[in-house]
């Protein structure tokens, strides 16, 4: 049964901050999931923008940029890669992995967006891109390596990719000893406006994984880094925060009791690191660093405060990276609700069991209104219609939701207002 209240001095308070939206902080919680089993791409304006499993997946094939040729490799979970130090292609009918313990592994650049598969080249040969050589008469990239590799189940194959012709990728994988032997492709038209082009070894699949470009400026999840090396650890696996690389990030250390309010973020330097949030926001304990704050000069010049306020471990939690953001400059953030509609929620984290405040405000009234509740895969678990007069209006959501990461939704024809919900 739907319930409406009078608003309280606490609902009015919400209210006003969320129409007033500029310089406004706003906390969020990203939860990657027991194990950290997820990958999750945000927008800073918005919310998340997508969410995958990390281990769905091998290769994963440059697509932007009609001259580029990297590929990654998935180094999250039991995936690793080598190239087969024995022989070219030529000695594809004989691999031999004996010796492969002492053989290095290849892993992605964590300051740039450039794969395991592109990042060794020969320095001396200006037209060597790692896995191939590029061809001057043909603007083809012909392969010129074997690799072995890990896969996330952790079967082990051996690769070649074979060419990158018209926009095309072509490569070819087996068992070890030879069998299954299968040829796949990647074209680059079937991701236009992504990153990366996925795909699984295992499953023989291609797969459209990340949203497009301009859509996302944060993805959370697991990624190997080399600052362990010096201990001997080549490609540890951490959890942290890569960057968009239409970004550019700035780091201060200051006094924590200073952290909310410091905004002089014109007297750093800002760098295009893909890692300038990384994993040092927290230390290796896991306690996070309550001295970082971090600035994000978006592509449309925008200014983004964000910082760290808690961390909840996937080894024996759900693996939650609690932040706060807040727009310091720049363009309108209102980027998800429209202008007839203001949404609010609270408490937002809520507990399991516990009635959620949905305050939503019409400038004008409206023909229908409806209230729907989805969790991270779309299902949609709470339905109800809602007061479509203008106003303020407060329902007391009493679905029975359980902890996870749901979507409050509230649809009025052709216009939708939408926030993220946090059940712990």
């Known amino acids: 049964m739907q319930q409406f209240m009078k608003p309280s001095i606490l609902v009015s308070a919400l209210l006003a901050t969320f129409s007033a939206q500029a310089q406004t902080s706003v906390s969020d919680t990203v939860i990657l999931g027991s194990g950290y089993a997820n990958q999750v791409w945000y927008r800073l304006p918005a919310d998340e923008a997508g969410t995958q499993p990390k281990n769905n997946w091998d290769l994963a094939f440059r697509i932007s940029g009609s001259m580029s040729s990297d590929i990654m490799v998935n180094n999250s979970g039991s995936g690793a890669l080598w190239v087969y130090p024995k022989s070219g292609t030529s000695g594809w009918s004989s691999v031999d992995t004996t010796g492969l313990s002492t053989w ?190 971090y600035f994000i000069r978006r592509n449309n010049g925008d200014i983004w405060k964000l910082y760290f306020t808690g961390w909840i471990s996937g080894v024996s939690g759900n693996g939650s990276i609690i932040f706060t953001k807040e727009r310091l400059s720049g363009t309108s953030i209102s980027e998800q609700v429209k202008s007839n509609t203001a949404l609010a929620l609270s408490p937002n984290p809520s507990q399991s069991g516990q009635m959620v405040q949905v305050v939503y405000h019409f400038e004008t009234g409206v023909d229908n209104a409806q209230l729907l509740i989805s969790d991270i895969t779309g299902r949609i678990v709470h339905q109800t219609p809602l007061e479509k007069t203008a106003g303020l209006h407060v329902y007391g959501c009493n679905a029975p939701l359980s902890a996870g990461t749901y979507f409050v939704q509230i649809h009025t024809g052709s216009e939708k207002s939408v926030q993220k919900l946090v059940i712990q």
Not at 235 to 246: E, F, I, M, P, Q
């Open 104 to 293: 290095s592994g290849l892993y992605n650049n964590e300051t740039s967006w450039l794969g395991a598969m592109g990042r060794y080249t020969d320095a001396s040969n200006p037209y060597d891109l790692g896995w191939g050589i590029y061809d001057m008469g043909t603007h083809n990239v012909v392969g010129d390596s074997i690799y072995i590799i890990k896969t996330q189940a952790g079967n082990f194959k051996k690769l070649i990719i074979e060419k990158l012709a018209s926009s095309t990728y072509t490569f070819t994988y087996a068992n070890l000893n030879g069998s299954d032997e299968t040829t796949s492709i990647i074209a680059k038209s079937s991701y236009t406006g992504k990153k990366y082009g996925y795909f699984s070894l295992d499953t023989k699949t291609a797969l459209d994984r990340e949203p497009l470009n301009t859509d996302w400026d944060l993805v959370f999840g697991q990624y190997a880094t080399g600052d362990y090396s010096s201990m001997g650890i080549a490609g540890y696996t951490v959890t942290g925060v890569l960057a968009n690389d239409t970004l550019k990030i700035a780091k201060a250390v200051v006094d924590p009791a200073t952290r909310s309010s410091y905004t002089a973020f014109s007297s750093l330097t800002f760098s295009g690191n893909i890692n300038g949030l990384g994993y040092n926001w927290k230390s290796t304990s896991g306690v996070v660093k309550d001295s970082n704050v």
